[in-house]
């Protein structure tokens, strides 16, 4: 099965993405996951890698797609919020991802694309249940030395392998808790930097997939853009746990389905 060219086969035959069907749907699911992602704070490519997968996408088109959406999306959040970005907490995750993220490349470019699939259903369904728990703690949990970089390097490893980078970076964050705004602040700004990183990984392994930019990503992005800018505005004015918590049920129901379908 070869996806390299932004194609996949369903029944022996060879299905072209150019404004096909399986484009059509990425609209509506990257709507949907930028408008929640954007509200949360975290979870867009939580909620749109795995229905993407079942769309049929591989996972090279897929993590390229995310990480340049992610990274549109969130400048403009990090950019709004720039005042608001712990700096120091945030360089100290991108610099220990990079480790991270050469790991996450090789795993991508070697491991079977069906591996990688049930994985990301089983990564996402183990982070939300992770997420839901540490949203419900009514204390910060005791400061984990070195927690920042700890976070760094998974998250680093995440997103070059699935596009789920904000996982560890949530965990983090919310374990931490941290204000509205400083979240979203720095989830914005590690975002930025971290897909940056990945992506470039990509391009120097070879695993960047150029068909996902266009059409997919240029016909996604402006749905992604008013899903990311609606969901944020919501997001600081409703009670950030029930949003958060009702994000990550989403997100359980999407990494099922996509081990049912892998």
Known sequence: MGFGDGRTRRGGSEIGFEIST??????????VAALLGGGAGFGYALLSAPFLLMVGFSPPFVVTAN???????????AWRLRYHITRRRVGIMLISSVPGAIVGVIALTT???SLIRMATGV???????????????????Q?????????????????????????????YFIRERLEPVRFL??????????????????????????????????LWLPGAMIGN????????????????????IVVVIAGALTIITS
């Open 22 to 31: 399986e484009i059509w749907i990425g609209i509506g699911v990257t709507f």
């Open 67 to 77: 990480l340049t959406l992610g990274l549109t999306t969130r400048a403009m959040v």
């Open 111 to 113: 491991v079977d694309e």
């Open 123 to 141: 990564l996402v369904i183990v982070a939300s249940v992770g997420l839901i728990w540490s949203t419900s703690r009514p204390e910060p949990g």
């Open 143 to 171: 400061p984990i030395p070195g927690g920042a970089a700890i976070a760094g390097v998974f998250a680093g490893f995440l997103g070059t392998t699935t596009s789920l980078s904000g996982v560890p970076a949530a965990v």
């Open 185 to 218: 602040a720095d989830m914005a700004a590690f975002f930025v930097g971290g897909n940056i990183l990945a992506l470039t990984m990509l391009l120097i392994s070879g695993a960047f997939v150029t068909s996902a930019l266009f059409p997919a990503t240029l």
């Open 229 to 248: 800018l609606v969901g944020t505005a919501i997001g600081r004015r409703l009670p950030h746990s029930l949003f958060r918590t009702f994000t990550l």
